[in-house]
């Protein structure tokens, strides 16, 4: 390794690629650990001048007042620089944090498609003309709420980010970026396809850093609104703090998403929905179906096929084209997983497939954990109510309906649910009375830009995507026009 190589990478601020006050953070590839970047860290100083440039760009007519096809033409230029880098993009995702190559050019396209979707929502959006109540036309227009702090996690950067950036950008607002520390490769590529794309000075900043630079963020007087996606214990913290200062915030927390399976579903729909619910990203994403509810009269049968698929599971290299599974994010969260494991078979679980660290030399460097399925504990048990974020279900028998829905909805998350049946009437039936953002009928992890997403309970506060999705980053002004003599009655 040269000198040249382990320079620090810079962070975009004020439209410029300046390196950061603070210390060097180093990020490694987990599924080899070799060494990939340092990158150079943010403190008070940079925030101050990000923030600080954001708030010149969003007050200046050039970016707020700018109509909004023309805004929308800086977004569809961005869509196309990612969609003509996507390859080498979506290698930049794999190896900052090991999700595999497949699953990585998925999410490119998908955050292509994100800006290009939040392009169309900005330029063909309407404001209203309420019905008159008076001698004067009311109408209601959407304006941008400012300088927007977005605050990312490191399991899916690409998508995560974009979802983020698209809308806050759409709804003229300013935006100062800062992700996960232990995946900032993909931000810093955003602020690159930014500056490519000729968006003006100021209106997207990057800075990284741990949490406590996301605290600063926070706090900043000068930043209006703060949009999280994390763990529910930080959403926590971060809600308090907007809280005492009357900030906006739009959070996307943790799950612990229940996916059931009647005895009349399709079998093998279910078995590949269910498996794929907990195992797909290394069982890293929010939406893992780590609850997985069987019905008694096929619960053996059942549990015996998903075990089969569990065992021939191929873990691997996540650049080869035959890996369905690729190593978790790195070393740290891989001892956190094994210890939920440990903890499961404390808590009377018998682990029936996986549990452990495969033994192929050839991943022996990486940060990979087998596909793990337990059975036999209490739904109260820790593993079944805490979020493990890695490949590690548990399985829970239920006999009726009534029964199911108690069980599923005992959880202080309220992210997602899957559930498998051929009776559309049940389907529906139960799809409402389950306590979920999103529920997926005979399928799971169908998520699309245009659809509404939010978590209840302690999933989250607010929705991403959609036409929601622009609302979030808006407020609404009202302007009446006098029609006749002003009526101050
Ligand atoms: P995390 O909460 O540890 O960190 C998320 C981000 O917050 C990081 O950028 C981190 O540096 C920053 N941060 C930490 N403390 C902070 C503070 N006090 N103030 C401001 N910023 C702070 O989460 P993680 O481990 O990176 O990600 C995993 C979590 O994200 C899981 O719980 C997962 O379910 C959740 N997640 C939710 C969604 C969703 O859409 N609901 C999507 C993906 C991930």
């Known amino acids: 390794m040269t000198d040249t190589q382990r320079a620090p990478l810079p962070m975009f ?57 023309h805004r929308a033409a800086f977004l569809y230029r961005m869509s196309e620089l990612i969609e003509q880098d996507s390859e080498r993009l979506a290698r930049v995702q794999m190896n900052d944090n090991g999700k595999t190559l497949a699953e990585c050019r998925r999410q490119i396209a998908s955050a292509a498609g994100t800006f290009r979707y939040y392009a169309a ?13 008076s001698d004067a036309v009311a109408m209601a227009i959407a304006e941008p709420i400012g300088v927007v702090a977005a605050i990312t996690p490191w399991n899916s950067p690409t998508t995560l980010e974009a979802q983020k950036l698209a ?22 590529e955003y602020a690159r396809i930014g500056e490519k794309a000729g968006l003006p000075k100021g209106v997207l900043n990057v800075v990284v850093g741990t949490g406590a630079v996301g605290g600063v963020l926070v706090e900043h007087p000068d930043v209006n609104m703060v949009s999280f996606t994390g763990g529910s214990a930080t959403g926590s913290k971060i809600a308090a703090a907007c809280g005492a200062l009357l900030k906006p915030v739009l959070l996307e927390l943790g799950g612990k998403s229940p996916n059931i399976v009647f005895a009349d579903a399709d079998m093998r729909a279910a078995l590949a929905g269910v498996s794929e ?15 997985i509810f069987v019905e008694k009269s096929i619960y053996k049968e059942f549990v015996s096929s998903l075990v089969e698929i569990a065992k021939n599971y191929r873990i691997g290299l996540p650049h080869h084209e035959t890996t ?13 997983v094994a210890a939920y494991v440990e ?55 239920f006999e009726s309906e009534d029964e199911l829905i108690a069980l599923a909805n005992d959880s202080e998350f309220g992210l997602a ?56 980053y808006s407020r609404t002004k009202s302007l009446h026009w006098a029609l006749d003599k002003p009526n101050l009655s």
């Not at 929502?121 to 109540?133: D, F």
């Not at 619910?277 to 890293?284: C, K, L, T």
């Not at 495969?358 to 399925?373: K, Q, R, V």
């Open 121 to 133: 929502a900005c330029e063909t959006r309407e404001g209203s003309l309420p019905a008159r109540r």
């Open 324 to 336: 369905q599974l690729g190593p978790l994010v790195n070393f740290e969260h891989r001892d956190k």
């Open 417 to 472: 649910a899957g559930l498998w049946t051929s009776d559309y009437k049940r389907a529906w039936r139960v799809g409402e009375r389950l306590d979920a953002g999103t529920v997926w009928l005979n399928t799971y992890k169908d998520l699309s830009i245009s659809t509404p997403f939010g978590g209840y309970k302690k999933s989250g506060l607010g929705q991403e995507k959609g036409l929601q999705g622009l609302d979030m």
């Open 167 to 188: 809308p806050i950008l759409a709804a003229g607002n300013a935006v100062v970026l800062k992700p996960s520390e232990v995946t900032p490769l993909m931000a810093l």
């Open 277 to 291: 619910g907990i195992f797909s990203g290394a069982g890293q994403s929010c939406v893992a179906g780590s609850r």
């Open 13 to 69: 601020v004020a439209g410029e690629w300046v390196l950061g006050s603070g210390p060097t953070i180093r990020t490694i590839n987990p599924a080899d650990g070799s060494y990939i970047a340092d990158i150079s860290t943010a403190t008070k100083i940079e925030i101050d001048a990000a923030v600080a440039s954001a708030k010149a760009a969003v007050r200046s007519a050039g970016w707020r007042q700018m109509k909004a096809h």
């Open 343 to 397: 903890l499961g078979r404390q808590e009377g679980g018998r682990v029936l497939v996986g549990g452990g660290i495969p033994t192929n030399p050839d991943l022996s460097h990486g940060a990979y954990f087998e596909p793990t399925l337990l059975e036999g504990l209490s739904p109260k048990a820790r593993v079944c109510q805490e979020e493990i974020f890695g490949p590690v279900g548990v399985i829970l028998p």
